[in-house]
C-alpha cells in the first residue's frame, strides 16, 4: 500500500534561517508530487506541483523553491525565511494526470513557526 | 489560477441534522473532489464526483455537481459530533488541484 511521510511535524524556526520540509513517497511510482501551504483557519494554498524528476512548477512567487532529487521524493526550501511564511505545510500525491482519479493522499504535515 | 470558493465559511448545527456546503469553481473541472480535515492534520479524501455526473453517495455523504453553474454541494445526514472538521472542494483539471477556502462544520451534541 501507499504512503506519504513528511517531516519535520514542527518547526520553530528564526527569521532568516534556512528551511528544508521533506516529503517522501512509498509504494508508487512516478507521482505527481504537491506542496501546499494553509494559514491559520484558512484554505489550502498550491505552492508547488511536480511530474516528474526535476521538474517543478512554482504557482506563488515567493522565497520558498521545491526540489525533487528523486521520483518519490519532494523538497521544499527556503534560504532566508520570513515571517510570513509560518503556516502549515502539506505534501501530497497522485496518480500522474491521466490516472484515474486524480485523488490527493496527504502526508500529515508540517507546522512552521517563524520568530 | 483556478480556486474553488466554499460557502458558508462557517456552519454550526446540532448533532442529527443535516449540513449542507456549498463550492463554486470558475474554470472546467474533470472532476470534483471533497475532502475532509480535522485540526492540525492532512486532508482525507471523501468523495469524488466525475464532470459527467450529477449526484453521488457514499454512506451519508451526497454530493452534487452542476457544471452549467459551475458548483457542487455536499450533504451530510444525519451529522454526529464526529463529523466536526473542515471541509474542502477540489478543482481537479489535470495537473492543477486547486482547493477552495473551506467550510469549518462544528456539530453539537
Known amino acids: 500500500s501507499q504512503t506519504i511521510h513528511q517531516w519535520p511535524a514542527t518547526l520553530v524556526q528564526p527569521v532568516g534561517s534556512p528551511l528544508s520540509l521533506e516529503c517522501t513517497v512509498e509504494?508508487?511510482?512516478?507521482?505527481?508530487l504537491y506542496w501546499y501551504r494553509q494559514a491559520a483557519g484558512r484554505g489550502l494554498q498550491l505552492l508547488f506541483y511536480?511530474?516528474?524528476?526535476?521538474?517543478i512548477s512554482s504557482e506563488v512567487p515567493q522565497n520558498l523553491s521545491a526540489s525533487r532529487p528523486q521520483d518519490r521524493q519532494f523538497i521544499l526550501s527556503s534560504k532566508k525565511l520570513l515571517l510570513s511564511d509560518s503556516g502549515f505545510y502539506l505534501c501530497a500525491w497522485s496518480v500522474l494526470a491521466g490516472g484515474p482519479t486524480g485523488e490527493l493522499f496527504f502526508g500529515e504535515g508540517s507546522r512552521l513557526t517563524v520568530l | 489560477s483556478q480556486q474553488g470558493e466554499e460557502d458558508p465559511q462557517a456552519l454550526s448545527i446540532q448533532e442529527g441534522e443535516n449540513a449542507t456546503m456549498n463550492c463554486s469553481y470558475k474554470?472546467?473541472?474533470?472532476?470534483l473532489q471533497w475532502y475532509r480535515q480535522n485540526s492540525g492534520r492532512g486532508l482525507v479524501h471523501l468523495i469524488l464526483i466525475r464532470s459527467n455526473e450529477r449526484e453521488k453517495h457514499s454512506g451519508r455523504l451526497r454530493v452534487t455537481l452542476d457544471t452549467s453553474k459551475k458548483s457542487s454541494s455536499l450533504l451530510i445526514t444525519a451529522s454526529r459530533a464526529a463529523d466536526t472538521a473542515s471541509y474542502f472542494c477540489?478543482?481537479?483539471?489535470?495537473?492543477?488541484?486547486?482547493f477552495g477556502g473551506g467550510t469549518r462544520l462544528m456539530v453539537k451534541p
Open positions: 474554470t472546467s473541472i474533470n472532476n
Open positions: 477540489l478543482n481537479n483539471a489535470g495537473n492543477m488541484l486547486t
Open positions: 509504494g508508487t511510482s512516478n507521482p505527481n
Open positions: 511536480s511530474v516528474g524528476i526535476g521538474q
